[in-house]
C-alpha cells in the first residue's frame, strides 16, 4: 500500500512553463488537499476536494488550478508559473473531509527560475 | 512555544526528558486541532488530535491539552526520543465548506541530544 504518492519529486522550472504536480492516494479517501510550504510560512492550503467532481479554493490559490476527475487523482496545475511559486508542495488525503485527519505525501520541490 | 504566525522556534532537550511544544491559535470558532510531526525532507505525519469539547486527550507518550479560554494547545511528549526530533506542527480547523479548513502554525523544531 504506497498511500499518496506524489511526482516528480523535485523540478526546476523556467518562468512561464506550465507545470502539472500529480498526486495520486490508494486509500480511496474521499478528500484531498495541496499546501504549499515556504521557509518561516508553513503550510498553506491551495486548494481543495471534498470529494470527486468537486474542488474549492483555500488560502493561496492564485496561479493554481486543480482538478477531481476521480477518486484517486488530485493533479495541480500551474499555467505560467513565476519564481513566487518556488516551494515545496505537499498533497494530502482524508477519509471524510468533514472529521479529519489528514494524511500527507512526501512532497514536490520546485523551484522557478 | 509557537503562535500561528510567528517565527520557528527551537526547543532542545535531553533524551528521556518530557517535551512541551506549544500553540497559540487565532479563532476562536475553531473547533477541531491536530498536531502533526515533520522529518526532514518528509510530509507532516499526523500525531494526535482534540476537539474542541474535550480539554485533554492522551495517546502513546503524548497528551495533548487545549485551553479555550486563552485559546492555546500543547503537544506533551513523555520520555523524548532521539527519533522525536522533527518539525511540530499545530492546526487549528475551522469548518467551512463543508469541509475542515485548516490553518498551520510555522513550527516548533525538537532537537532531542542522546
Known amino acids: 500500500i504506497a498511500g499518496i504518492t506524489q511526482a516528480p519529486t523535485s523540478q526546476i522550472l523556467a518562468a512561464g512553463r506550465r507545470m502539472t504536480l500529480r498526486c495520486t492516494q490508494d486509500?480511496?479517501?474521499?478528500?484531498m488537499y495541496w499546501y504549499r510550504q515556504d521557509l518561516g510560512l508553513g503550510l498553506r492550503l491551495i486548494h481543495y476536494s471534498n470529494t470527486a467532481g468537486t474542488t474549492g479554493k483555500g488560502e493561496v490559490p492564485d496561479g493554481y488550478s486543480v482538478s477531481r476527475a476521480n477518486t484517486d487523482d488530485f493533479p495541480l496545475t500551474l499555467a505560467s508559473a513565476v519564481p513566487s511559486q518556488t516551494s515545496v508542495y505537499f498533497c494530502a488525503s482524508s477519509a471524510d473531509p468533514m472529521t479529519d485527519t489528514q494524511y500527507f505525501g512526501p512532497g514536490t520541490r520546485l523551484t522557478v527560475l | 512555544g509557537e503562535s500561528v504566525g510567528l517565527h520557528l522556534p527551537t526547543l532542545s532537550v535531553q533524551e528521556g526528558d518530557n517535551s512541551i511544544i506549544n500553540c497559540a491559535y487565532s479563532n476562536s470558532a475553531s473547533d477541531y486541532f491536530i498536531w502533526y510531526k515533520q522529518e526532514s525532507g518528509k510530509g507532516p505525519q499526523f500525531i494526535i488530535d482534540?476537539?474542541?469539547?474535550?480539554d485533554k486527550r492522551q495517546g502513546q507518550r503524548v497528551t495533548v491539552l487545549l485551553n479555550k479560554t486563552v485559546k492555546h494547545l500543547s503537544l506533551q511528549i513523555a520520555a523524548t526520543q532521539p527519533g522525536d526530533s522533527a518539525v511540530y506542527f499545530c492546526?487549528?480547523?475551522?469548518?467551512?465548506?463543508?469541509?475542515?479548513?485548516?490553518?498551520f502554525g510555522r513550527g516548533t523544531s525538537l532537537i532531542v541530544h542522546p
Open positions: 486509500m480511496r479517501h474521499n478528500a
Open positions: 482534540i476537539r474542541s469539547n474535550m
Open positions: 492546526a487549528e480547523n475551522i469548518r467551512g465548506g463543508g469541509s475542515y479548513i485548516p490553518t
